[in-house]
């Protein structure tokens, strides 16, 4: 294998980037020529999923993953206390969502069986606080220098990874901040990236020219689909400015609970970037589906690497006609992505054109996450099937609710256009449509009223009860505070709980 750090230095010399771009650029004329030409329809509608999730010890302390888990397993994610589950994808009916959850299950369990060996448990939650046996800001900010590159301790040693990294530091003056309610830090290396833990739906679509109504119609979606789905509202303690010099936490922990996000892990994500470019951000409607590639070529190249640069072992793995283009869409970080001229589900060795929907944290259970997934496809079927209106919400108001939902949750000011074409901010009739079309989405694909209920039922509780993960998880630290427990205490109490009942595969509405 290629040096890593000799890897990064060719990754970002100026005649990689000149020499990226030109194949990006040739490449993304041939799938806009395929686009154009109507060569991209599939099969039918598809599912897929990723998922991750993140390791502990026995004392419940962050931990870095051993290799014999990865074994044919799960893949490794950025940071060494990660792990990323994909499930193959299968067709948008109700056989396919079985699929997808079985999958998902076995995978988790078998996973979870090989971690327990090494004396670790695998936790489902969007963001770590009880940190490793070293500290939080030890653990993300211990690096090293080599050969002029900065090398991250406790990331996945990765030449992808590290090319990401070097390549943002070299904008940022080697240095990252992190800004959110009670915190204000830089950090030597995006590794705090990896606080964060997301699940992601894949839908991918039949024909090409419904494309920008799906897509945007995903749009508009994004805040209130997010709003039920929030679980990382607090960091680790430690990195909170401590007020007085108190060890106990911040000077007044009841405002930081009252001004924190909901869904801390956006920000955290968009600011571990976008301080060399912004490219972490809610992207703009498109009136065709060529505008999807034009933006890709047009967005800032990071870390490019060329496909000579694989191991041929490596290379099975990737479609040959487009791997620069492929390389740059995993730097495409926004948080509705379209992924164009992939293998499709179904016969043949024809192109596809998919939806990957981003900005959704990874759930307590398996179940809430295939729940996610149901709900996300059979919305966006839904919608689409029905000519539903709200596809022409306009990109200020789809970015606003988005924003505002990661800051309230399900108390956001959301935006949303009803099927008689009245705008609304009333989220009663937000909710009541939005099930009601997810369901219609379903219904459209064969999916069962039993399978429908299974999984968008518990969803549908949490608007009905106001109850997500992070309100649970605030409400819980409250609760400790209140009882006279340190804030530092609170919080590791709570988490330690939700280790717990997450284990235990109830829903979140469940949780007393």
């Known amino acids: 294998?290629?040096?890593?750090?000799?890897?990064?230095?060719?990754?970002?010399?100026?005649?990689?980037?000149?020499?990226?771009?030109?194949?990006?650029?040739?490449?993304?004329?041939?799938?806009?020529?395929?686009?154009?030409?109507?060569?991209?329809?599939?099969?039918?509608?598809?599912?897929?999923?990723?998922?991750?999730?993140y390791a502990v010890d026995e004392a419940g302390r962050l931990a870095r993953v051993p290799d014999a888990v990865f074994e044919g397993r799960c893949e490794r994610e950025l940071g060494r206390h990660n792990v990323e589950f994909n499930t193959d994808p299968t067709p948008f009916d109700g056989p396919g969502i079985a699929a997808q959850a079985a999958q998902l299950e076995r995978r988790v369990r078998n996973a979870q069986t090989a971690a327990e060996t090494a004396g670790l448990e695998l936790v489902l939650d969007a963001m770590w606080t009880t940190p490793p046996p070293e500290g939080a800001e030890t653990y993300l900010s211990a690096v090293r220098e080599r050969a002029g590159a900065t090398l991250a301790e406790n990331m996945t040693p990765s030449p992808r990874y590290y090319a990401i990294d070097n390549h943002v530091l070299a904008r940022t003056a080697g240095e990252i901040a992190l800004s959110v309610p009670g915190v204000?830090?830089?950090?030597?290396?995006?590794?705090?990236?990896?606080?964060?833990?997301s699940v992601q739906p894949h839908v991918q679509l039949p024909d090409v020219e419904s494309f920008p109504r799906y897509y945007n119609a995903a749009l508009a979606t994004l805040g209130p689909v997010l709003a039920l789905a929030t679980n990382s509202p607090l960091l680790p303690p430690e990195l909170y400015d401590f007020g007085d010099?108190?060890?106990?936490?911040?000077a007044d922990p009841d405002a930081l609970l009252e001004a924190t996000a909901h869904e801390l892990r956006i920000p955290v994500f968009e600011q571990s970037v976008n301080r060399a470019w912004e490219k972490v951000r809610v992207p703009r409607r498109i009136e065709r589906a060529t505008d999807a590639v034009d933006r890709l070529v047009a967005d800032p190249t990071c870390a490019p690497f060329l496909r000579e640069w694989v191991a041929d072992?490596?290379?099975e793995t990737v479609a040959d006609r487009f791997w620069e283009l492929d390389h740059k869409r995993g730097t495409y970080w926004r948080w509705l992505r379209t992924v164009v001229g992939g293998q499709p589900v179904g016969?043949?060795?024809?192109?596809?054109?998919?939806?990957?929907?981003?900005?959704?944290?990874?759930?307590?259970?398996?179940?809430?996450?295939?729940?996610?997934?149901?709900?996300?496809?059979?919305?966006?079927?839904?919608?689409a099937e029905a000519d539903h209106p709200l596809a022409t919400l306009e990109y200020e108001a789809a970015a606003g609710s988005f924003y505002a939902a990661v800051e309230d949750g399900l108390e956001a000011d959301l935006a949303w256009i009803?099927?008689?074409?009245?705008?609304?901010?009333?989220?009663?009739?937000?909710?009541?449509?939005?099930?009601?079309?997810?369901?219609?989405g379903l219904r459209e694909q064969g999916v069962s009223d039993e399978t429908i209920e299974t999984y968008l039922g518990p969803l549908e509780a949490r608007w009905t009860e106001r109850t997500t993960p992070s309100r649970w998880k605030l409400e819980r630290v409250r609760d400790r505070l209140d009882a006279g427990e340190r804030f530092v205490d609170a919080v590791a109490g709570m988490q330690s709980e939700y280790v717990r009942r997450a284990g235990a595969d109830e829903p979140i509405t469940r949780w007393s």
């Not at 060719?10 to 490449?27: G, K, M, N, Y």
């Not at 204000?184 to 833990?197: D, G, Q, V």
């Not at 010099?245 to 911040?250: F, H, I, R, T, W």
């Open 184 to 197: 204000e830090r830089a950090f030597p290396s995006l590794l705090f990236e990896s606080l964060t833990s």
């Open 245 to 250: 010099g108190e060890a106990d936490g911040p």
């Open 313 to 315: 072992g490596d290379r």
């Open 418 to 440: 009803t099927a008689d074409g009245d705008r609304t901010t009333d989220r009663d009739a937000i909710y009541d449509e939005l099930f009601a079309f997810a369901r219609r």
């Open 1 to 53: 294998m290629t040096d890593p750090v000799a890897l990064v230095a060719r990754s970002l010399a100026d005649e990689t980037r000149r020499e990226f771009d030109r194949r990006v650029d040739e490449q993304a004329a041939r799938v806009t020529d395929a686009l154009r030409a109507g060569r991209l329809d599939s099969p039918g509608f598809g599912l897929g999923l990723e998922l991750e999730a």
């Open 347 to 383: 016969r043949g060795d024809r192109w596809s054109v998919r939806l990957e929907y981003r900005p959704l944290p990874t759930q307590p259970t398996v179940a809430e996450t295939v729940g996610l997934q149901c709900l996300v496809a059979g919305l966006l079927r839904g919608l």
